[in-house]
């Protein structure tokens, strides 16, 4: 009878060890899938990391920069819901004439360039000066629109003028 309970006990602890790691690899699996959809974002936007530099100072795209600053804009409100998303696409693709695959990936790229920044602040900081660089005030008209039209999405740090 012991034999029984040991062998059932041996069973029952292999079994949570399966789950266990099976739940691990698919938790792992996460990450690498998002890196995946960054690399894709970040190929199709002609995105090249120099050795030695910063990931935002490698940015040749305003559009990306816009995009970055409207979801470090969104982010400082706290978490993003999907609804605020949405319509930050939406204003991409209407202020800055995006189909709705280049806008997604604007957004994939600009808030993995926000995450290498540190957080919403820092990567507003960064962005905004990479964007003035890259297209002086030119490169501001389409973003005030667009941080006009994610104010109006609530639940974020800014307000509608």
């Known amino acids: 009878m ?3 309970v040991g062998l059932l006990v041996i069973g029952a602890g292999v079994y949570f060890w399966l789950l266990r790691t099976r739940h ?5 699996g996460d990450p690498a899938d998002m ?3 960054v690399q894709a974002a970040a190929r199709n936007f002609g995105f090249v990391r120099h050795a030695n530099s910063h990931p935002v100072d490698c940015l040749n795209d305003p559009n990306v920069a816009t995009a970055g600053l409207g979801i470090g804009f969104l982010e400082l ?3 993003t ?3 605020q998303l ?3 696409t939406r204003s ?3 202020n800055l004439a995006q189909s709705h695959n280049q806008a997604k990936e604007a957004l994939i790229l600009g808030r993995w360039l926000i995450g290498e920044c540190g957080g919403p602040k820092p990567g507003i900081d960064r962005l905004s000066r990479r964007l003035w660089k890259l297209n002086a005030i030119a490169g ?18 800014i307000t509608p003028p």
């Open 2 to 4: 012991s034999v029984l």
């Open 24 to 28: 691990a690899a698919l938790m792992a």
């Open 35 to 37: 890196a995946q959809d």
């Open 77 to 79: 409100g706290g978490r």
């Open 81 to 83: 819901r999907t609804e």
């Open 86 to 88: 949405d319509g930050l």
């Open 92 to 94: 991409l693709q209407v």
């Open 140 to 157: 501001f008209q389409p973003l005030m629109a667009v941080l006009k039209d994610t104010a109006v999405l609530g639940d974020s740090a």
